[in-house]
């Protein structure tokens, strides 16, 4: 049976929406440009690749139509690689990475651009048309819930303190600046030209921030709850790309793989609790590979708000010391599209970087869902 | 001939020089702005760039839009001195020390083009000290331009030239700074102080001393040498805060050096020992941590506190809370200010040792200080705000008055008062006002040309139709004004009958009408265009449950705005200051707008628990959703004009109205105030040939229940959140309906006069509610909102 393996991850800086240096930048040219470095960067021959798969949470506008097709014509990859846009909301491109890995499975094509893309800048959250559907509304109003909404809700029905949650953001800020003070993020990093100029470092996370600090903010979504700001992932413009191909073309090719998949799932949860999204999807994973979540080395779970990370860490019974070894989405942004290749190209790096067997990388999603990967080292 | 000036660069990035060059990138000039390099800094520019920072953030904002802060470009003394070649004018505002003013002069004339302005921004020292050995080819571009602080909020601009000064340089800044930046430019005599200043320090001394004198609080004091006279509320203690303690010292300080021995302002300026203790003690006014008011804040709230002026003067300071003045209820009354100064009390006592000093010292300086009384009272006007100036003042009491109470102080009486004798120093003369000259004759106040004043055109004249709420003027050239004035012109149903009857009028004979209202006693920020409809009226009719007479209102707005929009001439909107709910709507109406630049715009009626229903909802829509540079689909204009509706956005300039779209690309915008109504008179002529109507009202592609379900969401997160109201949440869902298109089929666009339904009905099923009648009964009685 024929293997699928990540054999490349790339980024771009992470930068706050609105005022970072990334917010005068259009999302399909971004995302275009770190393709390019991903083709770069591994030296695979572009011809091999057979379709590019772009994740992305609000398709329109600059990043609409078929935007994955529109950043394979960008990055001046053959006329004849594909290209398609994939909707999951945060779980977007992490399912890009599943639907590349079946088509290798099926021998539908070797090498995948598996690229995310997000620009909250440019593409409100929601859309510049949200029309829920009345008949919905009517029947499951949670369907259409605000995400800060269900941090409550799992910070409630979990039993997640507001001081829990900010030493957990607290935690992510110190894990993702000294990452950066040592360099550990460079490599995964593809500048971008911006008409301010280069934009070569992750600008959302806080090395300063301090329990004091967070404990002085105020309720950002129910006046009496406990998410702030501060607990929360902020609005992000970034995008991220995964080379993903099967084992036997990589070995061929002399690729640097750094990990190989070993399952994967997706699974529903109900929509008002939709950060505990992890915990089902990521059973469902690690029972296809016959795993215990205990086995899990290195643990990328995408920190949507503090409270679900918590609550999700709680119920799989994971070890807190082997999870977002770099940080977290609350230190480096959440990108909604292209978070799920970051964090699976992550725990991949990862792997290889700290050594172990296995990971896990895992998603909520908005209207209650989850996502998950489990990775091998080679 | 010279050109227009085109670019400016200021020297000295303080406070002045800072907000100047704020005021002139507001009115769309680039600017250079220089100062020292900052010792220590890498940024050699730091100096400039932090005055520029400033800027955005200052309150009140000095910019009137954001985008202005970018026409702004910083710089260094140090590198950049050779770029002033580049401008047309070269402001000087640096600290007030001839010893660093000098040296900078000549090296401006070094580097500057030929021909380019020299201006100097000095508050006090005379002309003639300035040009002392400065290189012979400055003298002739060389003036003093003194704008008074803040300068986008205060009219005047006191211009002093020497003999030296080319008469072309004085046209090309009297014209740029009155047209360009909207100032009422006056030229003074080369004295200390010039005009303002020298009248005013010396009024802010006398009532400092004699509150001292007589034991008064400091908001006693400043409750009396405020709004009887027509002073600013602020007072004299409240304005020295406001201006800084140290500023006003320096001011004093540089009149004292500067003023021969004889003059009487050294009569008043005795140093004040609790201004030095306040000083010392770090209490610099409004801009520090306080002064004669401080602001605290406690468990209760806030509590503003006032200087104890006794314990002050022995070296404590102390501060106490405020409290209300007793037996000052004349001050509230209203009657004649004479009732006030002759009352048998310490307050009149206070107020006539202040005001007569004020009003003689102020005579007698004409002759030295301006060669007429007409500027020196348009200098207070609009230097200090003062609602009328000294000679107005003198006109009010009466001259016999005044020369009598003088006698009381042992004052002797100013020849100009004695030859004024039973006389007033203004009258009205075959449609004319005359001011009472220096020889004993009376002379035109000539207004510069280009400036159209209705109180000018009123005399001798009577309205080509009138009623309790507005008026109609013929202003010439086939243009009617119709004119807004009930009480802070709220609208009623004599402004839209009266309009009503305008329009017909107009089509008969006429070519345009201009809708304009006109406060100039109003301070800036307090001129009224108009607040919107008569709440009190809708309130007392609610109270009785008269709903059908409410229901009429409604509907007699929305038809005469729809007659405004579809008129056969062209209707010029032209406000200043507030045009707020059914104002807003009534400019929404007009063909096109000529703004003043302080215009104030917006639609606030959710504010009260209502919604816009004269055709504000539908207008707003349809200019958001012809907006071609807006994302596509329904929702994204319907968005914007709930956001703007939602939080009862009001503009804070006419620039930042049209970020709302309240103003159009095609409106105008004149920055003074004098100008509006001409400006908008022309701008209807310019209209008027071939005039065709607009075409009818364009449908409208709106969501229906998807897109309100979509708003609502929104207005829920906002609960949750604490930010809105439990009332708010009613009063957005309904507004949520209208603007959606309430069962709108996306596929089958909804006609405007559709939304003008849903706008009359939402009314009525709001102003129903109690809540909403809570809110407007609120307003009504405090001025404030009610967050219910």
């Known amino acids: 049976m024929t293997n699928v393996v990540i054999a490349g991850f790339v980024r771009s800086p992470f930068t706050p929406a609105g005022k970072g240096s990334l917010a005068r930048v259009r999302p399909d040219e971004m995302a275009a440009d770190v393709v390019r470095a991903l083709i770069e960067r591994t030296q695979i021959n572009p011809e ?50 599943h639907m590349a890995a079946g088509a290798i499975k099926m021998g539908a094509g070797e090498a995948f651009v598996v690229v995310g893309v997000e620009s909250m800048s440019r593409v409100p959250m929601g859309g510049y048309n949200p029309l829920p559907s009345p008949r919905l509304y009517a029947k499951n109003k949670a369907a259409y819930i605000s995400m800060g909404e269900t941090a409550e809700n799992v910070a409630k029905r979990w039993r997640i303190t507001r001081s829990a949650q900010e030493e957990f953001a607290v935690g992510s800020h110190r894990k993702a600046a000294t990452a950066q003070r040592q360099g550990k993020l460079r490599n995964e990093i593809v500048p971008i030209n911006t008409s301010g100029g280069i934009c070569s470092i992750d600008e959302c996370i806080r090395s300063d921030t301090t329990l004091e600090a967070l404990a002085g903010l105020k309720p950002a979504f129910d006046a009496a709850g406990v998410v702030t700001a501060g607990t929360s992932s902020p609005l992000t413009d970034g995008t991220a790309a995964v080379l993903v191909c099967s084992e036997d073309y990589a070995m061929r090719h002399g690729l640097a793989v750094s990990a190989r998949i070993v399952s994967i799932a997706v699974a529903g949860c109900a929509p008002e609790i939709m950060g505990i999204g992890p915990v089902v999807a990521a059973r469902k994973a690690l029972a296809r590979a016959r795993l215990k979540a205990q086995s899990m080395d290195i643990v990328e779970l995408n920190e949507a708000f503090s409270s679900q990370v918590l609550a999700s860490i709680q119920d799989l019974d994971l070890d807190v010391t082997r999870v977002n070894l770099d940080g977290g989405a609350i230190a480096l942004g959440h990108p909604l599209g292209a978070s799920g290749a970051r964090i699976t190209g992550k725990a991949a790096q990862l792997l290889e970087r700290e050594g172990g067997k296995y990971a896990l990388a895992t998603q909520c999603i908005g209207g209650g869902q989850g996502i998950a990967t489990v990775l091998e080292a080679i | 001939m010279d050109e227009k000036i085109q670019s400016v660069a200021i020297i000295g990035a303080g406070v002045m020089g800072a907000s100047i060059a704020g005021h002139i990138a507001s009115a769309g000039f680039p600017v250079l702005l220089l100062d020292l390099v900052k010792a220590g800094t890498a940024d050699r520019n730091a100096m400039a760039k932090t005055a520029i920072d400033r800027l955005e953030t200052a309150q009140p904002s000095p910019l009137m839009s954001q985008r202005a802060a970018r026409l702004i470009t910083p710089g260094n003394i140090e590198d950049d001195l050779w770029r002033l070649a580049e401008y047309d004018w070269i402001l000087e505002a640096v600290t007030e020390q001839l010893s660093v003013k000098k040296p900078l002069y000549d090296r401006i004339a070094k580097v500057r083009k030929p021909g380019s302005i020299v201006s100097s921004n000095t508050s006090t020292i005379p002309l003639s000290y300035l040009l002392l050995d400065v290189p012979s080819t400055l003298k002739p571009d060389f003036l003093i331009t003194h704008f008074f602080n803040p300068p986008r909020y205060m009219r005047l601009l006191e211009l002093v030239v020497s003999a030296h000064t080319r008469l072309e340089a004085v046209f090309r800044i009297s014209e740029f700074c009155d047209v360009a930046l909207g100032k009422t430019v006056i030229h003074c005599k080369d004295t200390p102080g010039f005009i303002a200043n020298r009248i005013g320090a010396y009024w802010l001394q006398t009532a400092a001393a004699f509150a001292l004198h007589y034991g008064l609080r400091v908001e006693e004091a400043d409750k009396i040498m405020g709004r009887p006279f027509g002073f600013p509320s602020t007072g004299i203690f409240g304005l020295m805060d406001l201006v800084g303690l140290d500023i006003t010292t320096q001011v004093n300080d540089s009149l004292a050096r500067l003023l021969p021995p004889v003059d009487a302002f050294h009569e008043v300026n005795r140093e004040l020992p609790i201004i030095r203790n306040l000083i010392a003690g770090g209490y610099l006014g409004k801009k520090g941590t306080g002064g004669f008011y401080r602001t605290r804040e406690t468990s209760s709230g806030q509590l503003t506190e006032t200087l104890c002026l006794t314990a002050a003067s022995a070296g404590d300071l102390e501060w106490r809370p405020i409290s209300a003045p007793q037996h000052l209820r004349i001050l509230e009354s209203g009657q004649d200010i004479k009732d006030l100064l002759d009352a048998e009390s310490v307050y009149s006592k206070f107020a006539w040792a202040v005001l007569g000093r004020l009003l003689a010292y102020s005579a007698s300086l004409i002759g030295e200080i301006s060669s007429d009384i007409a500027t020196v009272d348009e200098a207070m006007r609009f230097g200090y705000a003062w609602a009328y100036g000294p000679f107005e003042l003198i006109d009010r009491l009466g001259g016999a008055y005044v020369r009598k109470r003088l006698a009381d102080l042992t004052l002797p009486v100013p020849k100009i008062l004695v030859d004024v004798g039973e006389g007033k120093f203004y009258k009205e003369n075959n449609g004319t006002v005359l001011y009472f000259g220096l020889d004993g004759t009376y002379h035109p106040i000539i207004r510069p040309p280009g400036v159209l004043l209705l109180q000018d055109l009123k005399l001798g004249k009577i309205p080509v139709l009138t009623n309790r709420s507005a008026s109609v003027w013929d202003v010439g050239d086939g243009v009617l004004c119709f004119e807004l004035h009930s009480p802070m012109n709220a609208l009623d149903e004599d402004t839209l009958d009266l309009l009503e009857q305008a329009i017909g009028l107009v089509s008969k004979g006429h070519v345009a009408m201009v809708i304009y209202a006109e406060d100039l006693r109003a301070s800036p920020g307090h001129e009224n265009f108009s607040v919107g409809a008569n709440l009190g009226l809708a309130m007392f009719a609610a109270n009785i449950r008269m709903w059908p007479k409410i229901e009429q209102l409604v509907a007699k707005g929305q038809r005469i705005y729809q ?226």
Not at chain 2, 756 to 774: N, P
Request: with cysteine; charged share 20%; net charge neutral.
């Open chain 1, 48 to 97: 091999d690749v057979e379709d590019v798969i772009a994740g992305c949470a609000f398709p329109e506008a600059e990043q609409g139509l078929n935007v994955g097709r529109l950043i394979g014509l960008l990055a001046d990859l053959p006329i004849a690689v594909a290209g398609a846009t994939v909707n999951r909301f945060c779980g977007s491109s992490m399912y890009s990475i």
């Open chain 2, 563 to 788: 007659l405004v929009r579809a008129a056969p001439f062209p209707v010029i909107g032209a406000p200043a200051g507030r045009a707020l709910g059914g104002g807003c709507e009534m400019l929404l109406h007009c063909t096109a707008v000529q703004a003043h630049a302080e215009s104030y715009i917006g639609l606030v009626e959710a504010g009260v628990g209502l919604v816009p229903a004269w055709g504000g909802c539908a207008q707003l829509l349809a200019r958001w959703q012809s907006d071609n540079k807006m994302p596509h689909g329904p929702m994204p204009a319907v968005t914007r004009a709930f956001q703007i509706i939602s939080t009862a956005k009001i503009s804070r300039s006419a620039e930042e109205a049209r970020d709302q779209k309240f103003l159009q690309e095609h409106d105008g915008i004149t920055m003074n105030r004098h100008r509006v109504l001409n400006d908008a008179k022309a701008h209807a002529l310019r209209l008027a040939p071939n005039y065709e109507p607009p075409s009818p009202s364009q449908p409208l592609q709106l969501p229906g229940r998807s897109g309100w379900i979509s708003l609502t969401m929104a207005v829920e997160d906002f609960r949750k959140k604490g930010i809105a109201t439990a009332h708010d949440v009613t009063v957005l869902n309904h507004l949520a309906r209208v603007l959606t298109g309430g069962d709108a089929n996306l596929i089958e666009p909804v006609a405007q006069s559709a939304i003008l339904d849903l706008e009359h009905q939402t009314f009525m099923e709001l102003i129903r509610l109690k809540e909403t009648q809570s809110r407007i009964k609120h307003v009504l009685d405090t001025g404030k909102p009610l967050r219910n």
